[in-house]
């Protein structure tokens, strides 16, 4: 089976630091990786390298495209690794605000993914922008009015059905449940759950929250000062850990 | 079907002073289609370590752990991912949900996850919750607040939606009542006839005795504990 997504030793320095180093894995479709460690662990580094908003120092970033199977999206013009993102790929940032457009209502923040995509027909795109409203928990009443005015919840999922209505294969997602209460984060996680079973999407996500990645990933990296110190299941990982580090974080959760 | 040859364990402690705690070695035994074997020992023996080995919750040095031909000491993740999916279920102690998912999602899911329709996986959850006496009010709510034996039940039910050719049941029948115990036992029977091979732990004599064909005293790998 030829991976979705094939990670070659990136690395990525900033000046004398190191953002990550030598990372590489391969992650097959319909698979969820979870990226743990504390923050300036070099996680989100990773993850923005894979997505290309930033270009690492060395690497491979090898996604399995639609038309022409594995490339290496580093080395892609511009406007591919752009369409790329438009259409296969998906990004959910850890503050809606980054993701969505806040002057533009909800339905066309939906609806202009899809309009980058072709869709030209108004009726149309409204319509699957109301769909998607739907499909995560946002009342269709509020397809007109603008993100500004919806909770820190809402807005999360509004980027969320931004990102999927295009029917992405890869999602990307930097702390997708950070700075939600924990009702709305079990909200969030459950709708995540079902989109990835239902759309057989593949995902990478970065999180601090191991109850997190234990719902909802079924691989799991550990990474600290920009290396990868144990890669493995999520449930063995975090019952068994075997590195010096995964045993710390393991053991310095609180128990509820 | 399930077949172990030469598995031990150590854990090492890394911030507890490098402690190695060697808990099982030499562990060699296998179970054929429509055998039920329990795992036997004084608490602290090693059994539910041993289940996890099985399960690959926990990592195995050496040795080699074979289901339906992969060998679970050697497979990649995604190997794993899908053995558990189609072939090993396992029924742990605890009922481990994504909070406020309605119970009966919660036992299809492993048959959704199969790719069975939504129809057909729920009518089957509604079909076990029936037979395992959860009333039908409780099916809409998330069985987080649900109590133990009833969590344990949804566990159950969960554990056999789908036909697992291979189970793994950590004390199944724990904090059930009489009447339940007993219906759970008749749902390992019925797996045990239709071909699967089982490992379980049972502190439960009457119940081992009852559908266990064969017993592992796992404290027989438990190494000397040196002065």
Known sequence: ??????????????????????????????????IVGESGSGKSTLLNCMAG????????????????????????????????GRTDWAFVHQHARDGLRMGVSAGG???????????????????????????????????????????????????????????PRLVFMDEPTGGLDVSVQARLLDLLR?????????????????????????RLMVMKSGRVVEAGLTDQVLDDPQHPYSQLLVSSVLQV | M??????????????????????????????APGECVALTGASGAGKSTLMRKIYRSYLTQSGAIRIGGVDLVQAEPR?????????????????????????LDVVAEPLRALGVPVDEAQARAQELLSQLNIPQRLWSLSPTTFSGGEQQRVNIARGFAHAYPAMLLDEPTASLDAENREIVLSLI????????????????????????????DVSCFTPEVAA
């Open chain 2, 189 to 216: 029977e019925e797996a045990r006839a239709r071909g699967a091979a089982i490992i379980g732990i049972f502190h439960d004599e009457a119940a081992r005795a009852r559908v266990c064909n064969g017993e592992i």
């Open chain 1, 1 to 34: 089976m030829t991976p979705l997504l094939s990670v070659q030793g990136v690395t990525k320095h900033y000046g004398a630091h190191i953002g990550c180093a030598d990372v590489s894995f391969d992650l097959y479709p319909g698979e969820v990786m979870g």
């Open chain 2, 2 to 31: 399930i077949e172990l040859k030469d598995v031990s364990k150590t854990f090492t402690l890394h911030n507890q002073g490098s402690a190695a705690i060697e808990v099982i070695s030499g562990v060699s035994f296998s179970v």
């Open chain 1, 53 to 84: 908003h930033l270009p690492p120092d060395a690497g491979q970033v090898i996604f399995d495209t639609r038309g022409d199977g594995p490339r290496d999206t580093l080395t892609m013009s511009e406007p591919e690794r752009r369409m790329l």
């Open chain 2, 79 to 103: 190997e794993v991912i899908a053995l558990r999916r189609d072939v090993l279920g396992y029924v742990s102690q605890f009922l481990r949900v994504v909070p406020r998912v309605p119970t």
């Open chain 1, 109 to 167: 923040n939906v609806g202009e993914r899809l309009m980058a995509v072709g869709a030209r027909h108004y009726g149309d795109i409204r319509e699957r922008a109301t769909d998607w409203l739907d499909r995560v928990e946002i009342d269709s009443d509020r397809v007109d009015d603008r993100p500004t005015t919806f909770s820190g919840g809402m807005q999360q999922r509004l980027q969320i059905a931004r990102n999927l209505v295009t029917g």
């Open chain 1, 194 to 218: 079902g989109l990835v079973r239902d759309m057989g999407l593949s995902a990478i996500i970065v999180t601090h929250d191991l109850a997190v990645v234990r719902l909802l990933a079924d």
